[in-house]
C-alpha cells in the first residue's frame, strides 16, 4: 500500500446514509484490539446519526472455537454495544456468495485454478497466470479455488477517513485473488464485499490489518457492479515486541464482568480525552458521555505504531 492518490479513488457518497458494522470472527473470545475497533465503528455510527450493525463472519469452521461466537456477543452487550438490527451470521449466507461467484464465472471475470502455495512460490505467491503441474498419472485433481481475474495495470485507491489517501497496484503487489478456497470454503474477500453490498453497509471502520484487504474489495465491487463504500482502519494495539496484541501470548480477553477500565482504555486508545470520561459510573453512563465528547479528527493518523502500555487495561485482563 502507498499514501499517493490513485485513478481509482472512491467515488463520493455524501448523500448516503451512514450504516456501520462489526464484524468478528469466531476465533476466540473479544481481545483488547477487537474492543477497540468495535468501540470505534459504534462511536463513528453514533457520531454520524447512523446505523451500526454485527455480523458474525464464521466462514472458517476449522479455526472456529465452539462458542467462541455467542460468547463475542455476550461480551459486546455487557459493554453496551448492541446491533440496531438482526445479527447475521455469514455461514447462513452461501447461496449468495454462489450467486455472485457464477455471474464472474459467466462474465469471465473470475476463473477456476488449481494453483498451490508452492506452485506460486517462485512468484512469491502472487498469481498472474495458472502454473500448477499437470496431477500425476492415476491420481485425480485437486479441488479448484476460484480467482477474480486482475487485469495488468489494476491499480485501487481510496480515501481512507484516518490514515488519508491509500493506493495499490493490485495486479503486481497481490494478482488474482481467491474467491472460492480450494477447500471449498467461501474467501473472505467475496462474502464481505457481498454482504457489505447487501446490508447497505456505507462506512467499514474496522482495523489497519485489513487495510491490505481493501484495494481488493474495491476492484471486487466494481467488478460485481457495487457501490464503493467510505473506509476509516482503526491503529492496531501492539504488545512489546510489536506484535497485534490479539496475536500475543500475553493477551486476554476483555472482562465482560468488569467492562468501564477497558472501555476506558479504549477510548484513550482511540486518541480521545481521558478526562471526558471522568466520573462515569456505569458502562450506560459511559457510553452517553462517549457520544458527546468523541472527536473523530483525535483517532491517531496510523497504522501499526499504537503500542499497547504495560499495566494498562486494554492490554492485559481486566
Not at 30 to 41: C, D, E, Y
Not at 109 to 114: D, G, I, M, S
Request: glycine share 6%; proline share 7%.
Amino acid at each position: 500500500m502507498s499514501g499517493h492518490p490513485s485513478p481509482t479513488a472512491s467515488p463520493d457518497r455524501a448523500d448516503t446514509p451512514y450504516r456501520g458494522r462489526f464484524a468478528p470472527s469466531p476465533t476466540g473470545d473479544l481481545h483488547p484490539g477487537s474492543l477497540l475497533a468495535a468501540f470505534g465503528s459504534w462511536l463513528l455510527a453514533r457520531h454520524h446519526r447512523g446505523t451500526w450493525l454485527v455480523r458474525i463472519e464464521d466462514l472458517d469452521p476449522p479455526r472456529e472455537v465452539p462458542g467462541a461466537a455467542e460468547r463475542q456477543l455476550r461480551t459486546l452487550a455487557a459493554f453496551g454495544l448492541h446491533s440496531d438490527e438482526p445479527i447475521v451470521r455469514q455461514s447462513a449466507r452461501g447461496a449468495l456468495y454462489q450467486a455472485a461467484l457464477d455471474r464472474l464465472l459467466d462474465e469471465g471475470r473470475a476463473f477456476f485454478c488449481h494453483c498451490s502455495r508452492s506452485d506460486l512460490a517462485a512468484n512469491h505467491g502472487i498469481h498472474r497466470r495458472c502454473v500448477a503441474h499437470a496431477p500425476r498419472h492415476g491420481r485425480a485433481a485437486p479441488q479448484a479455488a476460484v480467482r477474480l481475474r486482475v487485469a495488468d495495470g489494476a491499480i485501487a485507491g481510496f480515501d481512507d477517513a484516518v490514515l488519508g489517501a491509500q493506493s495499490q497496484d493490485v495486479a503486481r503487489e497481490v494478482g488474482d485473488f481467491v474467491l472460492r478456497r480450494a477447500d471449498g470454503y467461501w474467501a473472505y474477500q467475496l462474502a464481505v464485499v457481498v454482504d457489505d453490498a447487501a446490508q447497505a453497509i456505507s462506512d467499514i471502520v474496522r482495523g489497519a490489518d485489513l487495510l491490505d484487504s481493501t484495494p481488493r474489495q474495491i476492484l471486487l465491487q466494481a467488478a460485481l457492479g457495487l457501490p464503493t463504500s467510505r473506509y476509516a482502519h482503526l491503529p492496531l494495539l501492539l504488545d512489546a515486541q510489536g506484535r497485534k496484541l490479539s496475536k500475543s501470548d500475553a493477551a486476554q480477553p476483555v472482562d465482560a464482568a468488569d467492562p468501564l477500565p477497558a472501555l476506558r482504555a479504549a477510548w484513550r486508545g482511540l486518541g480521545q480525552d481521558p478526562q471526558a470520561l471522568d466520573a462515569v459510573a456505569t458502562v450506560t453512563e459511559l457510553l452517553e458521555r462517549a457520544q458527546v465528547s468523541f472527536s473523530p479528527a483525535q483517532i491517531p493518523k496510523c497504522a501499526k505504531a499504537l503500542a499497547a502500555m504495560h499495566n494498562d487495561p486494554l492490554t492485559n485482563a481486566v
